[in-house]
C-alpha cells in the first residue's frame, strides 16, 4: 500500500487484475484435472471416487465468487467455468447413483 496524495492505493488493478486471471486459469486447470480423475474412477482404475479434490474446488469456487474485484470478462470466464463444473457434478452424481454409491 502507498500513500499517493490524500488516497490510499493498495496496488495496481492490473496486479490484482492478473492474480484473479492465474487464479481462474488455475480453476479451469483444476476441473479439467477433477473431471479426469473422475473419468478413472468411473472406468475403475481407482476405487474410491475423488471427493477431497472435489470439495477442494467447491471452497475455491467459493471464495472466487466472493471477490467483488472480478471485471466483467473476468466474471464471465469464473460464470462459464461454475456451469461447466455444476454440469459435471450433476454427471457425477448420476453415475455415483448408478453405480450404487452415495456422493456426499
Known sequence: MAMIG???YRGSKSEESLEIDQQLARLEEDIRRLKIEFDIYFNGATKRPPLEMRAR???????ISDNRSLNYAQR???NTLVARFTSYRELWRRGMK???EDLI
Do not use: E, P, T
Open 76 to 78: 464471465y470466464q469464473f
Open 57 to 63: 474446488l467447491d471452497s475455491v469456487i467459493r471464495r
Open 98 to 100: 448408478a453405480k450404487g
Open 6 to 8: 490524500n488516497r490510499l
